[in-house]
T-cell receptor, first 112, second 112 residues
Framework: DGGITQSPKYLFRKEGQNVTLSCEQN?????MYWYRQDPGQGLRLIYY???????QKGDIAEGYSVSREKKESFPLTVTSAQKNPTAFYLC???????????FGPGTRLTVL | GESVGLHLPTLSVQEGDNSIINCAYS??????FIWYKQESGKGPQFIID?????DKRQGQRVTVLLNKTVKHLSLQIAATQPGDSAVYFC???????????FGAGTTVTVRA
């Protein structure tokens, strides 16, 4: 099956620790995105990448970092500089020339 | 700044009735709009999309209407079923980088 996978589904970390969230897609999509979702709110863009080895900051990039070494993978690191990291994180991808974004199942990060 | 927003945060509908979910947008340059459905603890799923050169588009049990004059978007769900209970988001394409801007969402609850 083609799709987007995110792991783990639930993640717990101590305050001050960096944590990396995985996002993999086998849709052969060029563009990938990371969003943050807080309770009762919409999706806010953290980072996006249109092509391998290139990425841009979204609206709330502070305290986060990404890499795009492979077309299939776009991992997100939540650093200790992120003041309020507890949230639901969603990864998405889009094919060339497309507008529709396909979403993964999400990772719920809880910082204790 | 310009953003996409939904008129009502919650909607309660009787099973079998039609549902109408509204969304207002302010970016007149947006040329593409999408509706997503998000069930609890899952990633958003594509429902239907519409381009700015169209006023109406129909899918299976769903219809999207676009009124560019008043910058209004609506999603109509016919014969609402319990499985339609979810949060519904509208999103607009800002015209570059395939980026989407999301509204806050409307939570639809279907009463049996």
């Amino acid at each position: 099956d083609g799709g987007i996978t995110q792991s783990p589904k639930y993640l717990f970390r101590k305050e001050g620790q960096n944590v990396t969230l995985s996002c993999e897609q086998n849709l052969n999509h060029d563009a990938m995105y990371w969003y943050r979702q807080d309770p009762g709110q919409g999706l806010r863009l953290i980072y996006y990448s249109q092509i391998v080895n290139d990425f841009q900051k979204g609206d709330i990039a502070e305290g986060y970092s990404v890499s795009r070494e492979k077309k299939e993978s776009f991992p997100l690191t939540v650093t200790s500089a992120q003041k309020n990291p507890t949230a639901f994180y969603l990864c998405a991808s889009t094919g060339t020339g497309g507008n529709e974004q396909f979403f993964g199942p999400g990772t719920r990060l809880t910082v204790l | 700044g310009e953003s996409v927003g939904l008129h009502l945060p919650t909607l309660s509908v009787q099973e079998g009735d039609n549902s109408i979910i509204n969304c207002a947008y302010s970016n007149s340059a947006s040329d593409y709009f999408i509706w997503y459905k998000q069930e609890s603890g899952k990633g958003p799923q594509f429902i239907i999309d519409i381009r700015s050169n169209m006023d109406k588009r129909q899918g299976q049990r769903v219809t999207v209407l676009l009124n560019k004059t008043v910058k209004h978007l609506s999603l109509q769900i016919a014969a609402t079923q319990p499985g339609d209970s979810a949060v519904y988001f509208c999103a607009e394409n800002l015209g570059h980088d395939y980026k989407l801007s999301f509204g806050a969402g409307t939570t639809v609850t279907v009463r049996a």
